[in-house]
């Protein structure tokens, strides 16, 4: 199994909306409402912050939303905060019964 | 609450087996599956193997011929051996629990730190 693709790195100023692709095929992420993205600053474990393509676990501010077309699914993070600078992955269950993760994008607040 | 805590060698010679384990606390082994996740330095999180408390269990095809994943209900614990490592399989080592009812890996553990060095 191949990797999703995801932007090596974003940025925004504070307040500007950020968006993060993840493409992968039709036998992972186009085939299943199972993409979930993950938050992880350096040195931390990762934190799930959408599972299901657009849904938010509780404590997460809702400034966070995902979504999904086709084989490419997105994370959307409106009103950037610097504490959001942290790299990102993505995540799908697959047509073989395993997980894919993407290639991580990083997250710049400028 | 729930915890997830890896434990298991720091340093692993080359050719040799890693092994880790993950103990789980506050939260029933059933309903979920139990994965083992790693991020080499430097490099993105790579998905290795999760096992259900059936003994189940499901691997990555790129590390399916070194890995086996474990269980042990009893003990609210699951493990991972690797075998055959080089320094590739340099990397901090995660274990997370897939939700019972959704798909997303909702709890994970600190993460440890496996150097394979001489």
């Known amino acids: 199994q191949s990797a999703l693709t995801q932007p090596p790195s974003v940025s925004g100023s504070p307040g500007q909306s950020v968006t993060i692709s993840c493409t992968g095929t039709?036998?992972?992420?186009?085939?299943?409402?199972?993409v979930s993205w993950y938050q992880q600053p350096p040195s931390t474990a990762p934190k799930l912050m959408i599972y299901?393509?657009?849904n938010r676990p509780s404590g997460v501010p809702d400034r966070f939303s995902g979504s999904k077309s086709g084989n490419t699914a997105s994370l959307t993070i409106s009103g950037l905060q610097a504490e959001d600078e942290a790299d990102y992955y993505c995540?799908?269950?697959?047509?073989?019964?395993?997980?894919?993760f993407g290639g991580g994008t990083k997250l710049t607040v400028l | 609450q729930v915890q997830l805590q890896e434990s298991g060698p720091g340093l692993v010679k080359p050719s040799e087996t890693l092994s880790l384990t993950c103990a789980v606390s506050?939260?029933?082994?059933?309903?979920?599956?139990w994965n083992w996740i790693r991020r080499p330095p430097g490099k993105a999180l790579e998905w290795i193997g999760y096992i259900y408390d059936s003994g189940s269990t499901h691997y990555n095809p790129s590390l399916r011929s070194r890995v086996t994943i474990s269980v042990d209900t009893s003990k609210n614990q699951f493990s991972l051996k690797l075998s055959s490592v080089t320094a590739a399989d340099t990397a901090v080592y995660y274990c997370a629990r897939k939700g019972a009812y959704n798909y997303g890996f909702d709890y994970w553990g600190q993460g440890t730190l496996v150097t394979v060095s001489s």
């Open positions: 995540s799908s269950y697959t047509s073989s019964s395993t997980w894919v």
């Open positions: 506050g939260v029933s082994f059933t309903s979920s599956s």
């Open positions: 039709s036998s992972d992420v186009g085939n299943y409402n199972r």
């Open positions: 299901e393509v657009s």
